[in-house]
């Protein structure tokens, strides 16, 4: 494929920009734009689109010819073939065979009886000689239907082109033939109404060569007659004798630049006509878009260059061999460890910091003083099965006597079963604690990630370490338990029997029993005054309201706000439209089973006694994003006093026969009483010791003890776990992103270099002025049959002045009119017969002497000299007029 030197040219400039992209695998997206022929039908438009791509391809005929839209893909290519989106896979390299597949294509689609259709034909033609363009080839407008053509085919065509040639990366070939009217243009016409201002549109003059003898287009080609912004082009494509005597397109455009040069009309402007200039004009339009796109390519290429600097600046003169550089390195990955896992526990402001979840310090503070509290009081137990426990223990320690008082051996015994059940919510703090410690210690050794075997050995030897601390915490827990199971201390401040006893005698003893009714009216009390913390808020935030249908505001959001005494909502944050506000007296909480399609953590508030919680509800259903959120807020609730649920009193439906005996014993009855209370009350006391106490010892024993293992030790176990050279290895995958790094930071200033070479190399030609071309309207604007339109180029054609043409004489003016124009002579031309009516200026007339003080006053010399030219300037003047009569046949 041959014939556009111009896109030769470009083809190494955009090839060299391509080559530095794909080395920095960046996206380069030229976006080059779509070139599309729009004219009326046997315009010329298939020859102007095969004379740019300098090949024969497309079917050639009269009548419409191009009945689909044929979108050609040229891509750039060492090999040179087409290939047919229709037929992937199967190349031609003949282009013969490419045209006959078009036209059978075609005539698959739409028939052989002249019909059309809006899908288009995709051909790509590869070639070495091309740039990566798309042309687009758009059938004709006609206006009468013919054989299988529907009756609204002009609007069809209409529509079909405009949907091509809307688009703003779009050229338009306003291709219009010179032999008709060029206000009537369907070309000028289409290009008007998808480019008003002329900013993409170039206007195409054909078939100049086929014009009536004696008129020319040079008005238009000028632009001076219907301009258009960008101008017209005038070409003189091959007729179809000449395609059929296979005449090649170079040989077509050596008679096109014959023709202009040799024609009158056009020799003045023949270096803008004609084929080549066309090529050039579309490729200027090539390069302005190349260098349109290369500021931002350059801005992108300084932005990548400025963010690989510091990190290419370490590469520059990085040894691999080099034993003091890894020994450096090692030193300062493990002190950015430390620095690492003490901001993670202690918290920082760095910018680094986590945004999106709780981590760290701040997670483990959460299961502190959140997540372990809820689970301790989360414990169920069967509160019917206690009070059976109890009475057991009361009828077993009596024996086969009759207990006259409250035992005090069936507090203890029930005491010790209620401190036992506390070891599995410390144990289980331990286990989250030690699993969140693991995932600190895995993020702050990710940086080591260029020496895999350090930070493999890194993360081995300070995870042991926690595994050992975990066992050492949980004996610690352990014996804590133990502790508090050792000793039952029932002179505590807080327990309610303390101070509370009375001493009666027996007969061999004196035994020390609880008042019944002082520990029964300090447990209720107490429970009624267990939230007494005034109405302070507890927590803020968004929950949806689950149970509430969608009309009624239910998928929404809400604004809650939860104090010691109330739990309230409003539209939004601000606070300003409450919708409602429940008390939480006798309120308790409990979990709702998650949907199979809810992506919400849903728990409830409900009353226990049955009664309504909010309008007709018996719960109130409260959604959340996450299971941290439903954790975070359960605490909150437990610390408003609104407590989890527990196995209801009615979960077993009958009571054994043991229990119904002893609830017919009001005596029993009591004492089971007051030692429930009395439990109650110390197991207040001992969950308080160990929400305190389990925290801390995780603190003491491993927390702080794992900080000061990594601060202090931590160096000493690499250098003894093995050879440092060999743990200081280099990841293959670190040494191809150094050798990466590198090369990209050489290839980015390479391209940038390569971009100043082409901003050098081309030069932008600026948009032309606009121009007056309020002579085409635009849409239905148009005018109408019988409507005087604008003067036709083929009415103002003028007739050349041939010179084998001989000269007529002029008439001779008259009535003052004046005479023709006088060819331009290299000779002065004397003034027409009447006066000065052919505008040429009078001829000198010398000045006779004796004028007074003029040249007869000078000495006489100088008027010898002056007479001399007189005569000689009259003597010329005469000698031309009558050469210029006797050439219009006049007689002096």
């Not at 149970?547 to 409003?570: A, C, H, I, P």
Request: net charge neutral; with cysteine; glycine share 8%.
């Amino acid at each position: 494929m041959a014939g556009n030197t111009g896109m030769e040219q470009l083809i190494p400039i955009v090839n060299k920009l391509q080559d530095a992209f794909t080395q920095l695998g960046v996206h380069m997206q030229l976006d080059l734009p779509q070139i599309a022929v729009v004219g009326g039908q046997s315009a010329g438009k298939s020859s102007v689109l095969e004379n740019f791509v300098g090949r024969d391809f497309l079917p050639r005929g009269s009548g419409i010819v191009t009945r689909r839209p044929l979108i050609l893909q040229l891509i750039y290519h060492p090999h040179e073939y087409g290939e047919f989106l229709h037929k992937k896979g199967e190349r031609y390299t003949n282009f013969d065979e490419i045209r006959k597949e078009i036209e059978a294509d075609t005539d698959r689609i739409t028939g052989n009886n002249k019909g059309i259709s809006n899908l288009p034909i995709n051909l790509r033609v590869y070639s070495p000689n091309v740039l990566n363009l798309t042309l687009i080839d758009l059938p004709g407008l006609t206006k009468v239907p013919v054989g299988d053509q529907p009756q609204d085919i002009e609007q069809q065509i209409r529509n079909m082109i405009m949907t091509y040639i809307s688009k703003d990366s779009c050229l338009i070939l306003a291709v219009s033939p010179a032999n008709s009217d060029l206000a009537n243009s369907d070309a000028l016409k289409l290009s008007k109404d998808a480019d008003p201002d002329g900013l993409r549109t170039i206007g195409v003059i054909t078939k100049l060569d086929l014009m009536d003898e004696g008129t020319d287009a040079r008005d238009v080609l000028e632009n001076k007659l219907l301009p258009l912004r960008r101008g017209y082009v005038g070409v003189v494509n091959r007729s179809q004798k000449d395609i059929d005597g296979k005449k090649d397109i170079k040989a077509a455009m050596a008679a096109e630049r014959k023709f202009f040069l040799a024609h009158p009309a056009y020799r003045h402007v023949a270096d803008r006509m004609g084929t080549p200039y066309l090529q050039r004009v579309l490729n200027q339009q090539l390069t302005n878009h190349i260098r349109e796109t290369l500021p931002s390519l350059r801005d992108k290429l300084q932005k990548q260059l400025l963010a690989m600097e510091k990190e290419v600046e370490q590469y520059k003169h990085f040894r691999p061999d080099d034993p003091s550089i890894k020994t450096k390195a090692m030193l300062q990955m493990i002190q950015q460890v430390q620095n690492d896992f003490e901001r993670a526990i202690e918290g920082s402001g760095s910018a680094a910091i986590n945004t999106n979840e709780l981590s760290g310090g701040a997670k483990i503070n959460r299961l502190f003083h959140e997540r372990f509290p809820y689970e301790i009081v989360r414990m169920e137990f069967d509160e019917k099965e206690l009070r059976r426990e109890i009475a057991f223990a009361i009828r077993n320690i009596h024996g086969i006597r009759v207990g006259l008082f409250t035992p005090d051996m069936a507090f203890d015994a029930i005491v010790k079963g209620q401190i036992a059940r506390l070891k599995e919510p410390s144990l289980k703090c331990v286990d989250l604690v030690v699993q969140e410690l693991t995932n600190v210690v895995r993020y702050c050794t990710l940086k080591m990630s260029r020496y895999p075997r350090l930070q493999e050995e890194t993360e081995r030897i300070i995870t042991t370490h926690i595994r050992e601390r975990e066992q050492i915490c949980k004996e610690s827990i352990l014996l804590m338990n133990e502790c508090e199971l050792a000793y039952m201390n029932t002179n505590h401040e807080d327990f309610i029997g303390f101070a509370k006893y009375q001493y009666q005698s027996s007969n061999s003893s004196c035994r020390r029993v609880p008042n019944l009714s002082d520990a029964q009216q300090t447990s209720e009390t107490s429970s009624k005054s267990g939230r007494k913390l005034g109405n302070q808020v507890i927590r803020k935030g968004f929950m949806s309201i689950s149970n509430l249908g969608f009309m009624k505001g239910g998928s929404r959001d809400y604004w809650f706000v939860l104090t010691s005494e109330s739990l309230s909502w409003f539209k939004d944050e601000e606070e300003r439209d409450k919708k409602y506000m429940l008390m939480l007296d006798g309120l308790k909480i409990k979990d709702i089973e998650q949907g199979f399609m809810s992506r919400r953590h849903v728990f409830a508030l409900y009353n226990p006694d049955q009664r309504n919680v909010y309008k007709d509800y018996k719960e109130l259903q409260l959604g959340v994003e996450t299971q941290d959120d439903m954790d975070s807020w359960k605490a909150s609730f437990l610390r408003a006093g609104v407590y989890p649920e527990k196995v209801s009193d009615s979960a077993n439906g009958e009571e054994g026969t043991s229990e119904g005996s002893t609830s017919m014993d009001p005596q029993l009855e009591r004492q089971v009483e007051t030692i429930r209370n009395l439990v109650d009350s110390y197991m207040k006391i001992v969950t308080k010791t160990t929400r305190d106490l389990v925290p801390k010892s995780l603190m003491h024993l491993m927390i702080n003890n794992t900080k000061e293992f990594i601060n202090g030790e931590l160096l000493a176990h690499l250098y003894a776990s093995g050879d440092q050279s060999s743990m200081m290895e280099e990841s293959p995958e670190e040494a191809r992103k150094r050798e990466e790094m590198l090369r990209m930071y050489h290839a980015c200033k390479e391209a940038l270099k390569i971009i100043g070479d082409v901003s050098m190399a081309t030069v932008t030609t600026p948009m032309p002025p606009p121009v007056k071309d309020n002579w085409l309207p635009t849409g239905q604007d148009s005018p109408k049959i019988g409507q005087s339109g604008p003067p036709s180029p083929g009415g103002s054609m003028r007739k050349p002045i041939s010179a084998n043409v001989s000269r007529a004489p002029p008439p001779v003016p008259g009535g003052g009119r004046p005479a023709p124009a006088i060819p331009t002579r290299p000779t002065p031309a004397p003034p027409s017969r009447q006066g000065n009516a052919g505008g040429l200026p009078p001829p000198l007339i010398p000045s006779r002497p004796g004028g007074g003080s003029g040249i007869a006053n000078a000495p006489l010399p100088q008027r010898v000299q002056q007479a001399a030219m007189n005569a000689a300037a009259g003597a010329a003047v005469n000698a031309a007029a009558n050469e210029l009569f006797s050439s219009f046949g006049f007689k002096k």
